[in-house]
Nanobody, 125 residues
């Protein structure tokens, strides 16, 4: 399994920005789709966004579309989540995950078989 480590979380005020990074180990990163999920205390894990293995397609939940952007640098084995116009409801632990799926079902957590440990994002009002 590919190993994933998130970083970049922290405390920001509403309207601010953060850039999360997910560093991956292994030699198959470029052939795996990558997703971002988040989970607030007491809530179930929810889909945030994903980028296909081909680096040609991105997908976002309605709640973050237009504010968040996913990108990847295969040479660095890293995927990013740029978050702007943050809202208090964005507060959660953010996880990156890897999938063998090409470009379908990436909004479903069961499509992913490798997960990072998560990084906390807290947005104050």
């Amino acid at each position: 399994q590919v190993q994933l480590v998130e970083s970049g979380g922290g405390l920001v005020q509403a309207g601010g920005s953060l850039r999360l990074s997910c560093a991956a180990s292994g030699r198959t990163f470029s052939r795996r789709s990558m997703g971002w999920f988040r989970q607030a205390p007491g809530n179930e894990r929810e889909f945030v966004g994903a980028i296909s293995w081909s680096d040609r397609s991105t997908y976002y939940s309605d709640s973050v579309k237009g504010r968040f952007s996913i990108s990847r640098d295969n040479a660095k084995n890293t995927v990013y989540l740029q978050m702007s116009s943050l809202k208090p409801e964005d507060t959660a632990v953010y996880y990156c995950a890897a999938s063998f799926a090409w470009n379908s079902g990436l909004d479903t957590s069961t499509k992913y078989d490798s997960w990072g440990q998560g990084t906390q994002v807290t947005v104050s009002s």
